[in-house]
């Protein structure tokens, strides 16, 4: 009897401890994070205002794509400046049909950061530090002025532009 009630009891600790798991979300993006990044980079387009600009900086997205994979809405939660905003928009348009999201959702919610970094080269080392601190100082960044709701998303990583 007292093998009997350890068995049951092991097997119920056996079932909790299954029904704890963690379910696995698939990968967002059809081919995984690799094919996300690639795509983006090969996507994603500095706009010649931002060249100018020197501009550098963050810009955070949220967007909610269906189960057919296409992109039907899309916030900017933050940026440190407009002009960093229209190239991202630019490229999530043409993810439509890439996103997967989870098993039983009609839409799903993710948040992409993106990050814009330039490349400053020896040659043009105090023109380049000179045009970054004229864009700080003028730089228009998109704040949050009341709480952002966030629902169920899922945090992408993060696409860095070097330029």
Not at 30 to 46: E, P, R, T, V, Y
Not at 145 to 158: G, K, W, Y
Request: hydrophobic share 45%; no cysteine; proline share 6%.
């Amino acid at each position: 009897m007292k093998n009997v009630f350890i068995l049951f009891t092991a097997i119920l600790i056996s079932v909790y401890a299954r029904a704890q798991e963690k379910k696995q979300l698939p990968a967002p993006f059809k081919g995984g994070n690799n094919a996300m990044m690639q795509f983006f980079k090969d996507s994603l387009k500095i706009t010649p205002a931002i060249s100018k600009a020197k501009a550098t900086g963050l810009a955070v997205f949220k967007f909610t794509a269906d189960t057919k994979g296409n992109i039907t809405k899309v916030i900017v939660y933050y940026a440190d400046d407009y002009l960093l905003t229209q190239p991202v928009i630019e490229a999530l348009k043409k993810t439509n049909g890439k996103w997967v999201i989870p098993d039983h959702y009609e839409f799903y919610d993710f948040v992409i950061p993106f990050s814009f970094n330039l490349t400053a080269t020896a040659k043009n080392k105090i023109a380049n530090q000179k045009a970054m601190y004229d864009y700080y100082q003028h730089r228009k960044p998109i704040l949050s002025s009341d709480q952002v709701p966030l629902n169920t998303a899922t945090l992408l990583p993060a696409v860095v532009v070097n330029y």
